[in-house]
C-alpha cells in the first residue's frame, strides 16, 4: 500500500481518454485548438481574467513565474521548507538569472506579514544589497497545510503595502481547495495574486501543469520565457487535453477530496502524533524508527521524515480500504 | 492533406500501448524500471556505452547537450539555417549562460571543414574574442539533407584536430539513418560525436525525445542541468515508455522509412523544382504563388518557404495515396 | 613612433591633477561629491537631463547599457565589425543574460535602415524567433568612420518607427565631435539614443568611463545591475575626478581634436591607399607587408589590419611631427 | 576623525609614485611589463606558484574566484555575515550563473566544520538538491576576526575531506596577516586554498585588488571571465603598479600594522564593551544611542552597527593621536 506521493500516482482515465481524443491532426506547440480554449476555462474556473501556459512540471511553471517577476538583481521571499528553495536543483537561481531566495522561518511552513518582515527589514534599501521584489507562498505548504483566505488577504495586503509580488506554488492547490470548501478563487486568486502553479500531475494528470497568469499582459514574455527553457512542446495539444480533462465537471477537485479523505482519515488515527496539521493530502506523523520498521513490516510504504517521524501522502486514487488499514495500524503502535 | 510538418502527425498505436503499460506505480522522476533501461537499449543500438536523458522538446535536447560541451565564454559554430539559431528562441544562450552561435554557410544547410574554417580561422586566439569550442551539426539537415559516413568521419576528424566537440541535432535523425541505409552508428556516433539529440516526437512518440551522451561521465552533469531547467518530471516512467517504445523492433526506423517513401513519391515528380535533394522525409519545390493557390485549392496543406518556394513534409502516417496524390498534382502543375 | 592603439596613451595632466586633488576624505562608492556632479555635468554638455554611471571598462559601460535596454530573450542588431561582437569576448551576452547580437553588414561599419531591415524583415515575429528589441551602434564607427546628424536622425526614426531602443557606442564619441563640428548633442543625444558610452580613456583618463542614461528612471537598475557586475569601485572620487577633468575646458574636444589632426595628416598623404574615409583618428590604409616592413624598418609601431592593409591610430598626445613622419613615409612608398 | 571605512582612506603615496611611474607606453590591457610581473611576485610572497588577475572591485575578484570553482548548479557555503551574502548585490550569482549561496552560523563571522556540516549534511545527493561545491571564508572576518593557521589547517583538511574547494575573501588580509604575525602563506594559502581576494584598496591602493589561483591552470579560464565581466582595463599597467607598489618593501604589512595598532588602542579602552575579539583594524563597540551621539557630538565619525552598538575602523592613515582619543572618549562614556 503506497503513501509515498502523490508523485506516482496513475492517470485518471478521464485524463487517458481526453489524451486519446486529442490524438487527430491540428496546429503544432500552443496552436491547437484545445491550448487555445485554456484562457477561458481558467479565467471562468477564478472569475478572472487570466493567461495560461501549459509546462511539463512544477519546476518549470513556478521558475517562469518568477522569472516575469523578478529581476536578475531582485529577491524571492519564500519558507525554508519551500519547494523552490528545497528540491528545485536552482532552476528559479537559472530561470530568473540569478535572483536571490531569502528565507523566512515559521510553523506549518508558512508565511506571515511578520516573519516576511523578519527577513525583509533588516535589509538596508541600498545598491549593496540584494532588495526583496516577490513573496512565493505555497498552497497546500510543504508540511501540508493551507492557507485560509483570511490568511491570504491579510499576507497578500502586506505585500502591497511593501510593494511585493506574489507567487503561488500550488502544486498541491487542488487539495487546498478541497479542505478550505471555499472557491478556487478564494483559495488565492481573488486576493490578488499574480502567478499561480495550478498542479494537475500529482492529482490525476500525465505530465501538465498549468501556469496562471492574473496579469494577462505578462502572457507574451512568459511565452518567450517558455520557449526558450525548452517547455514549448509541439504536440501540445496533450497537454492542454489534460489540463482541460482535470477541469471538466471539475474532476481535480473530485480527486482532491479523494485524496483528502483518505489523508483525513489515517490523521485521525495519529491525532496525537500529528507534527502538523493535516489540512490537505498530507499526513506528518510521529513515529520512532521502530515503529515505522513495524508500519514496513506491514506492506505500507511511506518516506521518513527526519529521524522520528513518517510522512503519508494519500493521492486522488488511494483506497479507501488501504488509508483505514493504515490508520488502524498507526493506532495500534 | 497535411504537408504542414511531422511535428503534429499522431501518437503510434505502438507508443500509445507502451504509454498504458507503464500505468503503474513506481518510482518517480527517472528511477522507474523504464527509465532505467534506457542507457543499456540505446548503447546497443549504437554499439557502444552511452547515457540517456529524456527530455520533453527537442530544444531542451539540445541545449542540454551544448550546456555540457561549452562554457558560458566559449562558441558553437553551425550552420546559419540551423535550427539552434533560427528555431529556439535564444534557447542555446540560455541553458550555456552565454555561449555565442558562430554562424557558417553552405550549401544543404550541411557544415563542413571549409566553412568552419571560414568562419573559425579569423578569430584570434586572445582573451577579446569568443573562442569556437563546439560545432553543432544537424542530421538531417534544415534542408532535408543527410551528411554521409564519409563526411561524417571528415567532419569529425577535423573536429579533433581543432580540439572541437560535436553535437548533432538528430530532430530527424531516424529519417537520416533511413536513408543512408546504414547503421544508426554509422550515422553520427560511430564518428565520435560527442552528444546527440535522437528525435522521436515528429516519427511517432508524444513528447519524449532522448538526449544521448556518450561520455557517460557526462551523465551526472547532464542530470543536473536537466533538473534545474525543469525537465525533470514525476511520472517520467512515460516518457521512457515512449523512447522504449520507438526503439522496441526499431519502430522508428520502419516509421522513418514510411515517411522517406512519401516523400521520395513527392520529390520524384519534382525532380526539377527540387531546391535541395530530397534525403530525408521533406521535399523543398519551387513553385509560384499561383502554383500553391492550385495545390491548396486541391486540399493539400503545407508551408510557403519564402516567396518562391514549398515545403511539403511527409510523416510517419503520410497515406501512400496522399502522396502519390500530390506528386501528381505537382506534376501537372 | 607609435601608432598602435589610443588604448596606450599616456593619462592627461589634468587628468592627473583631478585625481591627485580627489585624495581627500570623502564617502565611498558613489556617494562622493564628484561622483554626485556627474549627472548635472553631462546634462549641460547634452542640454539634456541624463544620469551617468562610471565604469572602468567600455565593455563595462556598453554592456550595462544593453542590459538595461534588451531583455535576456531578445536581440540586439549591430555591425558584424562592432567591437560588442569582435571584441568584448562575449560580455554583451554575459551582462544581458543570453541576449542574440543579430549582425548586420555594411561600408564603413555603420548600419543604416536599409542594412538592419535586412537582418530583422525576415525575422518572423513568433515566439520561436529572437525577436530583436535594440539597436547598437558605434560613433564612431570600428573603421573610423563617424555617422552624420543627418543619418543618425534617419537611423533613430527608423528604430523609433520599428520599436527598437538604440545604443552608442562612443569609445570614441570625442573624436566624432570633433570631426563633425557639431555640438556633443547632435552626434548622438539630440536625436533620441537611449544610453550612450561616452569613451574618456582613450582620449587622455586612465580608467574611467562614462555610462550616460537619457531615461534617468533607468539609473536605479542601471546602478544595481553595475554594483552586481563588480563595477562598483570603493574610491569612485577617483574616475568622477577623472570624468570631470575631461569635462572641465572642454578638455576632451581638445584631445579628440588633437588626435583627428594627427590622423587627418596621416591621412593626406595616402588618399589613394585609404581603406575607409578618415572621419576620426583612425586611418587604414592599403599596403603590402614589405611595405609595412618598410614603415616599421622606420621605426613607425602599428597593427596589420589583415593581410594587404595596415591600421595607423592617432591618440591625443601624438606629436605633429611623429604623424608629419608617418605621413611622408607613407607618401614615399 | 573618520573611522566610519579604510574604504574611503587616501592613496599611499609610495601608491601614487608608482602609478605616475607607470604613465609610459606599453601594451594595453595586462600585456604590459608591470602585469607580467605580477605572478612572479605573489608566487614569491607566498612561496608557491600562483597565478594573478587585477581588477578593479573586491567583489570582482571575488565572484571571478566563485565562477572558477562553482559551477552554476553548485552551491557556496558561507558565513551569513559574509561580505558575498551581504554586500555584494547578488554579484557571486550573476558571475556563477545561478550558484546558490548556503548560508552557515557562527561566532565572530567565522566558518567552522561544524558549523558548516550543520549546512551540508542535511542536503541529499540527489538530484532535486543544490550541491555544495565550495566554501568561501573572509580573511579577517567581517567581524574583525582572524583565522590562525590552526583554524584554517582544520577547515581545509575537512573541506578536502568533503571534496569541496575553498576560497578565501582577503579584503583586509593584510589585516590578519599582520594580527597573526606569520607568512603570508601562513594565513591561507600554506593550508591549501584554491583561490584569494588579496584585498589591497582598503590598505592603500587605488582601484586594484589581486585575484590569487593558486591553480595556475585555471589562469587561462579566470582571464575569460575577467574581460567577459568588463574588468580588463586597457591601461593595466595602473592596476599592476598599484599592486607592485604594496608588495614593494612589503608595504602592505606596514600599512596593515599601522592600521591594526590603531584599532588595538581603540579596542583597548573598550575592553568590557567588545562585541568581538579585535584581531584586525576594525572595533565594535557596544554602546547605547546617547553613548554613540555624544561620540559624534566629539568629532568621531562612525556607522552604528544595529541599534546598540557602533564599528569603528582604522586605516593605514589613522593617526595614532585620533586613535588615541577615540579610545579616551570611549573609555570616558
Known sequence: MLFVSDNTAPVHPQVWDAMRAADAPDAPYDGDALSQRLDAAFSALFDRECAVVWTSTGTAANCLALATLVPPYGGVVCHDDAHIEQDEAGAPEFYTHGAKLMLAHGPHAKLTPENIAAVVDPIRDDVHRVQPCTI???????QGCTYTPGELATLTAYARAKG?????????????????????AEAGPAHGIDTLTFGMIKNGAMGAEALILFDPAKAAEAKRRHKRAGQLQSKG???????????????????????????TAIAGAAVHRLLYPCEANEVFVRCTAEERANLRDQ?????????????????WNTPAEAAQALAKAIASL
Open 164 to 184: 511585493f509580488s506574489v507567487h503561488m506554488d500550488g502544486a498541491r492547490f487542488a487539495n487546498a481547495v478541497a479542505h478550505l470548501g471555499c472557491s478556487a
Open 136 to 142: 512565493a507562498i505555497t498552497q497546500a505548504t510543504e
Open 299 to 315: 506492506g505500507f510504504v511511506f518516506y521518513d521524515w527526519g529521524p522520528d517521524a513518517a510522512r503519508f501522502v494519500a493521492a
Open 237 to 263: 495539444r496533450f497537454l492542454a487535453a489534460q489540463l482541460l480533462a482535470m477541469l471538466d465537471g471539475d474532476l481535480w477537485l473530485a480527486n482532491a477530496r479523494a485524496a483528502n479523505a483518505a489523508a
